[in-house]
């Protein structure tokens, strides 16, 4: 379906860019008279666009720059188009319309039915994992319970309750947001498959490709992919719905219904099902605090401390805005702040720590009671059990401190820098022929000690082939550097891993020209990679694992 934005008169507006209708919309006006329009928003997180130069608008919230002309971005790189409005002309007059997502959640009604306690609650365990319990049927949703995401860059800020792994081997379903490892984490599932490899879990389907393979990967055997926007039942009077981001195609959201009442977890979207949300929810949950990503942290060649820290506030900002404003148009009656609580807690990342500064819950639901006074905010901790029957809540122990057992995890990755193929150039070019991008992109891998000291192999590598160069060429070409930690490097390309597990996690100094973000590389290295790895799995370093796993 299709709502009309704005009337626009253009008979007054010469050739160029245009703001119209107090900077709702962009127009594009030819010179042959042809119009292009879209709302005044950047695809990548809703920012409004700065004041244009020539054809060109930059967003301000992380330089995303777009041509009006063509509808296209040229900031990231790789032809990432803007969604356009439907323009009907008569004479000088316009009329733009956006086509909008349907309400799928208002398919085959139901009534809303009173509660008995304890009939229907919440508990939450760490970071973005949860048990949902309706009736008798328990839901647990992204299991980060132990060890560290993306490879060693996040650690849990605090241990999960006691006896979390018997209650999640018991589940009666699990769903997993997305692929990244603080949702979809190797460990918790490793040891998980020890107690009971056959709870069902679900999983999106996902625009950037099916992720059923790595649960499987590491030893769930109960696993599919379930369609976006259709309600799967799961008992008389329970049912859910998979969302997906606006912005991000490898992320998603859950909606439960049980008795009709519904609780929203939008997890990690920043656009969750496009902005339209189903209003009244009893229970709305989103992450909230910005420091999840490498940049601007990572890129100390290419900005400046007065810069980082400068974007840093920005990005705080921004982010205490939109969940505000997600929690307004909800109306829940009550809010929970979920999946921001990691530390960059390894001896080697303390600078990181020190200035990657991240929102407080605290802040956050302080922010959410000055913008909507009547949902319930609170601060979680391991073992908070929320009860949406009277919005009672039963407090859990006090936090425990986390075992992040840095020697034993990080065992398998360091054993990684002497994986022998990665010695020689042709293991190296086998690896990116095997990962299937080709583009117009110079990557410069340096691999370095824990301290980013280079210390082992350089590699100047022509994506567009691939193959190995000797110097960088003199025809104009995109150019990124990473300064990356070589066990890191290695552990990540001897599994196939996404490179969620360099960028996200820290583990990596970068350095571009053009200072352009090259979407259509990253997007491929973190969403497209075979599901067959490169290399043979070593089983019995898997059993070794599991084995190991189990005891802790």
Known sequence: ?????????????????????????LLWIGDDGSVRAALNRCRHQGGR???????RVRCPWHGWELDVSRMTYTNPTGGTPQPELIVERRGDELTLFEEVLDAPWQAEPRPLEPLGPGELDVTYFTHACLRVRAGRFVLFTDPWLEGPAFTRGWWLSHAPPEGSFAELARADLIYISHNHSDHLNPATLRRLSTLNADVPIIVPELDSGDITHWVRRYGMRNVRAVPFDRWLELGPRLRVMALRD??????????????????????????????ILPEGVDLYMSSFSRGASGFPVCWSELLDRESIEAWIAKDTAHIVRRVCDAVVRTRPRAYLPIASYFVEAHPADAEIRRVNTKTSARELCEAVRRATPEPLTFEPRPGDCLDLCDLSLRRGPEPRPPAWNFAHYLAPVEACRHFAPLDDPEGLLAYFRWSGYRGDLILHVIETDDTFTPCGQRWLVDLSGPQLLAARPSTPHRYLRLKVRGDVFRHTLRHGLPWDEISIGFNARLYREPNAYNRDFWSHFQNCLPATPPWAEPVAAQRTDRRCASTI
Request: with cysteine; net charge negative.
């Open 49 to 55: 666009f700065g004041p244009p130069e020539g054809c």
């Open 1 to 25: 379906m299709r709502r009309e934005v704005l009337k626009v008169d253009i008979s007054e507006l010469t050739p160029g860019v245009h703001f119209v209708g107090r900077r709702e919309a």
């Open 246 to 275: 606006g912005t991000a195609p490898g992320d998603s959201g859950l909606l439960t219904e049980y008795a009709g009442h519904r609780i929203l977890n939008a997890v990690d979207c920043s656009d969750l099902n496009g902005g």
